[in-house]
């Protein structure tokens, strides 16, 4: 069973400064992994996807990179702004169910 | 990309009274997923409902207590039956316009069970 992890749980940094979120997961056999945004209370918001083959993807100040043989992806977020403030999810997607599983997020706090 | 309505965006409902949740897409989609999330916790999957079979239901969770109907490629429904404060979570509808490609979610349902 693919077990997905996001550290930190939580981060608190300055407006400016840039983020890296990282997420681990346990069985390298992905068909693609992809980066949400959840506000409170909210849905998700598709923020990137990468798929297997894939090394990188960027979207304006965004960018995820993959490590499919290690089982790691990290996010990074530029210059981070106050409406940065969310919680981000890792969702990686088998390859041989084609589910999505989850990790628990990582809780973003940008200081103005 | 797809944009879905989910409807209600909430609701406070008595134990033991069902409530049904509609997804609706923009366009016409082949696998629709619901999913659940209890408080403090991530993601888990309901089910995955294709129009015209049967809901195939992850463990532990049942039919009976989660009725889901797909009666077209663009609605689905989640009925969430008999239920207790322990069913108090955000439920989400979510689309995949082919299998394996991107994912999209609905707002999600905030549901309170007193």
């Known amino acids: 069973k693919q077990e997905v992890t996001q550290i930190p749980a939580a981060l608190s940094v300055p407006e400016g400064e840039n983020l890296v979120l990282n997420c681990s997961f346990t069985?390298?056999?992905?068909?693609?992994l992809q980066w949400f945004r959840q506000d409170p209370g909210k849905g998700l918001t598709s923020l990137l996807l990468?798929?297997?083959?894939?090394r990188e993807q960027t979207s304006g100040r965004l960018n995820a990179s993959l490590d499919k043989s290690s089982g790691r992806s990290t996010l990074y977020i530029a210059a981070s702004q106050p409406g940065d403030s969310a919680t981000y999810l890792c969702?990686?997607?088998?390859?041989?169910?084609?589910?999505?599983?989850f990790g628990a997020g990582t809780t973003v706090t940008v200081r103005a | 990309s797809a944009v879905i309505s989910q409807k209600p965006s909430r609701d406070i409902c008595q134990r033991g009274t069902s409530l049904t949740i509609q997804c609706q897409v923009d366009?016409?989609?082949?696998?629709m997923f619901w999913y659940r999330q209890q408080p403090g916790q991530s993601l888990t999957l309901i089910a995955t409902?294709?129009?015209?079979?049967?809901?195939?239901?992850e463990s532990g969770f049942v039919i009976d207590k989660f009725p889901i109907s797909r009666p077209n490629l663009t609605f689905s429904t989640l009925t969430v039956s008999n239920m207790s404060p322990e069913d108090s979570s955000i439920y989400l509808c979510?689309?995949?316009?082919?299998?394996?490609?991107?994912?999209?979610f609905g707002q999600g349902t905030r549901l309170t069970v007193v």
């Open positions: 069985d390298s056999a992905i068909y693609n």
């Open positions: 969702a990686v997607k088998g390859s041989n169910d084609y589910k999505l599983s």
């Open positions: 990468i798929q297997s083959s894939q």
């Open positions: 409902a294709n129009q015209g079979s049967e809901a195939t239901y």
């Open positions: 366009s016409q989609v082949t696998m």
């Open positions: 979510s689309v995949e316009a082919v299998e394996g490609t991107e994912a999209f």
